[in-house]
């Protein structure tokens, strides 16, 4: 190969400059999480983005278009870092045809671009087609002039994409390989394009969407067909550097540099330990790209893969003897490496790093406990002479300790024993079953819900927005009793209420993490209260308990179908202004603890707001100033709220933020405050910033890994805060007899005499005590040196090991033994003078020669020991030994 194109950034540049010359409109590359696509976990291909271009490519902005597109795939994560094409993420080179060009086009410029550009040589090129499609076998063959034994026809399951459900856009594929020689080859006869193993190289695909499958089953050709390209840049980047594998690139061979630096010094990087070297530099890359766009570890979705990928890089790690954050320092190298094409990994380095540092600190946290219950667990099975641990076991070990399957597997392999994977699984899915049904309204049970119909037409329109009452008819309803709602605070412990829907209702139903209207309904003279608004199956339901006694209520509704609706207007505009609140602090979270912070959770009731958010320490005592500082600025600034309908991608390319796991309709909701904060939100708000008076917050606190908690007040809820403070500082300056304004002043006083207390008492404890002097006096003298015993009144043994030291400052050659009885036992601090230490004579010796007489045990150091024991008359005997016990220890040496 001739070609001076050989890095990644070179490829890059080649294969976007070569389809601009041919017309093609550059279109920059596509988030990781797809944008309106909930059928998507992550983008896996060039193509996503453009889906609905291929479904109706009438009227579009372009019909040629060129990307390079970040990609993830997660579900052969097993195969990553052992083959040479499978990685987590990468990335896809695409051209692409919205009904212009077809077949004969991309095929000639996909050989023009590898010979021409790239200067691929053709004896080492091999081409495959769907087996049926001979358009594109003439077009290889007669036109490009590819021998028939170099074009390889492959079935469905490789050469035929889509549709992505049971009908849709579909069509076959065209794919060339490259041959990388025999050396990696499996070596059956039959290896050719297509096999499993790592001789022949699919690089470049070629897809042609020209159907339509029915649901009859049918392949309705398409008006307009059209051509999606996936060329994989990191396997072009190995071919082109003739490189051992993608990990010997330019793109991965600092990483894997990288990863091997982390390592314990003399660890082996050859064999298998390559294999989880490679892994670790591939979910490095992927971590990085990923949380750097605002996707977190978690225990749901894609922060599930992510976590995933996370704790296999960190279970791999922990094979290599390495049991602290290192992972959090791949990040700096995977800038150093992408971060020219990749300015945004710059900017949120630092952020993303802290991230996967904090995800490390706590899987090694918890594998400490994991690894105790997994020695207990495999001590069972070996004492059966098992060789397997239950999936059920393997599931303990991953939902109470956050074990991973994969450190599980490794940690049994060297116990010579094996894992039920499938039994594992089915633990996973029945959790998951278990967490449905622990819903009493979960989506799916509420839609089983039958309800008697009263009249026909549209329902729960929902009018809340403009109005706070009215009049609505009664859809349908259904009756039930207050057992049935455990959940609902009732004003009587039994009786009937019902179920209703209506045809337009002001009250907002819980949702978007804000709490349900309050209020009340008017129903032929009679009061219902609404003790909950909740959603069911499309519909707003409105729980309904009677005031006053209603024999049937039923009847009642089916005889009064038209009702009077009322708000609790004050409880709706706290709500209100609480939601506003919760939108600033969003904004001004994002301001100044970082961009990266993303919501994840919320609550929003008249009372208080609860705000959960991914960020990775806790937030400081001065950010929380600054925050609160700021959303009062934009209080008092009476920033307008404005809302408007608009189509999901308009909305999102007007930079509006979105929950990642929430499910938004082809129309959204935007609320903007001034150019503060613009979000999707179906929530109720106020008009102005300004409405919402006073924001506290009342505290910050961390409620999972990398999820911080915070929770504030509004307007009169504001205020009351104030008030109780205020109220508190009275009674505390009234308790200490001072004024609120000198109650620090005092409390540091009362501290400050407190510490002289203590020392005070110390230095009685230690060297002033009366009944020390008086042991001391009364100490017997064998040689020159004393042997003092006896109860000092020492509170604690604390104090009594600082009176003994105290006997060893003031005396120059003995032994003194201290005791006291505390709590049912007889406790003696033993001490020794240092000149009979250096004589062999140490006071752990004694403790071990009165411990059998004692009936107890204890030990120390040279010149200090302890014995303990729960028979308390032993003081006696140890007194009277010790003497004796000296002199031969003396003499005995």
Request: one cysteine or more; glycine letters at 10%.
């Amino acid at each position: 190969m001739n070609s001076n194109i050989k890095t990644a950034h070179d490829i890059r540049k080649a294969y976007v400059d070569f389809f601009l010359k041919r017309k093609h409109t550059e279109v920059p590359g596509a988030p990781l999480v797809p944008k309106g696509d909930a059928t998507l976990l992550f983008t896996s291909a060039g193509m996503v983005q453009f889906k609905d271009f291929y479904l109706s490519p009438d009227d579009l902005p372009y019909t040629r278009a060129v990307s390079v597109q970040k990609c993830l795939r997660a579900g052969d994560l097993e195969s990553v870092g052992r083959t040479l094409r499978h990685h987590t993420f990468f990335e896809m080179l695409g051209n692409f045809s919205f009904g212009d060009y077809f077949k004969v086009e991309a095929i000639e410029w996909a050989w023009e671009f590898v010979i021409d550009v790239l200067q691929l040589p053709e004896d080492r090129l091999y081409v495959s087609i769907f087996e049926d499609d001979d358009e594109a076998y003439g077009i290889w063959n007669g036109k490009i002039g590819v021998p028939v034994e170099r074009i390889v026809r492959l079935g469905r399951k490789d050469n035929f994409w889509g549709p992505v459900g049971n009908t849709g856009v579909c069509g076959p594929c065209s794919e060339i390989y490259y041959d990388a020689g025999e050396a990696r080859g499996c070596g059956k006869v039959e290896c050719a394009p297509g096999c499993d193993c790592d001789r022949y190289l699919e690089f470049w695909n070629l897809v042609f969407p020209q159907f339509f499958l029915e649901e009859d089953g049918t392949y309705r050709p398409l008006e307009k067909p059209g051509i999606d390209t996936g060329a994989g840049l990191e396997r072009i980047a190995m071919i082109m550097q003739g490189a051992e594998d993608n990990f010997h690139t330019d793109i991965f061979q600092p990483l894997v540099d990288a990863v091997i630096a982390l390592l314990p010094e003399g660890t082996d990087t050859t064999g298998e330990a390559k294999l989880g070297i490679n892994m670790i530099a591939d979910h490095a890359r992927a971590l990085t790209f990923t949380i750097s766009e605002g996707i977190y570890p978690s225990n749901e979705g894609r922060g599930y893969i992510l976590r995933r990928i996370l704790r296999r890089a960190l279970t791999r790690l922990h094979t290599f003897g390495i049991d602290s954050p290192v992972l959090c320092g791949m990040v700096d190298e995977v800038v150093r490496v992408m971060g020219e094409d990749y300015p945004e990994l710059v900017e949120r380095g630092p952020d993303t790093a802290m991230i996967i540092r904090a995800e490390e600190e706590s899987f090694f946290r918890t594998l400490e406990d994991g690894k105790s219950r997994f020695a207990v667990i495999v001590d069972d099975i070996k004492n059966i002479k098992g060789q397997v641990i239950a999936g059920e076991q393997a599931f303990l070990l991953y939902d109470t300790y956050g074990f991973p399957l994969e450190l599980t597997i490794a940690l049994a392999a060297k116990e010579g024993l094996e894992v039920d994977e499938e039994g594992f699984a089915a633990a996973m899915e029945e959790q998951r079953k278990r967490a449905q049904r622990s819903s009493a309204f979960d989506a799916g049970e509420q839609a089983l819900v039958e309800m008697t119909e009263l009249s026909e037409g549209e329902s729960s329109i929902f009018i809340g927005y403009e109005s706070v009452g009215g009049e609505a008819d009664v859809r349908r309803y259904r009756a039930l009793e207050k057992a049935e709602r455990k959940d609902v605070t009732w004003s009587g412990e039994s009786g009937p209420v019902v179920e209703l829907v209506l045809d337009r209702t002001p009250f907002y139903a819980t949702s978007g993490g804000q709490m349900a209207d309050s209020g009340w309904i008017e129903m032929a003279g009679h009061r219902l209260d609404i003790r909950d608004v909740f959603k069911r199956g499309g519909e707003i339901i409105h729980l309904a308990e009677p005031a006053d006694d209603i024999p049937d209520i039923g009847e009642l509704v089916e005889k009064n179908p038209k009702i009077k609706l009322h708000i609790n207007n004050e409880a709706r505009l706290a709500t209100a202004a609480n939601h506003t609140a919760t939108h600033l602090l969003h904004a001004a979270l994002r301001e100044i603890v970082g961009g990266h912070v993303a919501q994840a959770g919320s609550l929003v009731g008249p009372d208080r707001l609860r705000f959960d958010f991914n960020h990775f320490q806790a937030v400081t005592g001065e950010e929380k100033r600054r925050i609160e500082e700021l959303v009062n600025r934009w209080i008092r600034d009476a920033l307008e709220v404005r809302t408007e309908l608009m189509d999901y991608q308009e909305a999102i390319d007007s930079d509006a933020i979105a929950l990642f796991d929430e499910k938004y309709g082809t129309k959204v909701r935007v609320v903007r405050m001034g150019d503060v904060s613009t979000e999707l939100c179906g929530g109720t708000h106020l008009s102005s910033t300004g409405q919402a008076g006073l924001f506290l917050i009342l505290s910050e606190s961390s409620v999972a890994a990398g999820v911080r908690r915070i929770e504030a007040v509004t307007g009169q809820g504001a205020l009351s805060h104030v008030h109780d403070s205020f109220d508190r500082e009275e009674e505390a300056a009234s308790l200490l007899r001072t004024t609120p304004v000198e109650t620090t002043a005092r409390i540091s006083a009362i501290l400050e005499t407190v510490e002289e207390l203590k020392k005070e008492i110390k230095i009685l404890e230690k060297g002033g005590g009366s009944q020390l002097d008086t042991i001391m006096r009364e100490a017997k003298e064998i040689s020159g040196l004393k042997i003092a015993t006896g109860r000092p009144g020492a509170r604690d043994v604390g104090a009594l090991r600082g009176l003994a030291d105290s006997f060893r400052e003031k005396v120059p050659s003995g032994v003194a033994v201290l005791s006291m009885p505390d709590k049912g036992k007889m406790h003696f601090v033993i001490t020794v003078t240092d000149d009979l230490v250096g004589k062999g004579v140490t006071a752990v010796d004694i403790v071990n020669e009165l411990g059998p007489l004692a009936g107890g045990g204890g030990g120390g150091k040279k010149h200090l020991a302890q014995l303990g024991t729960k028979e308390l008359d032993s003081e006696a005997r140890v007194f009277e030994a010790l003497p004796a016990l000296i002199e031969r220890l003396i003499n005995g040496r």
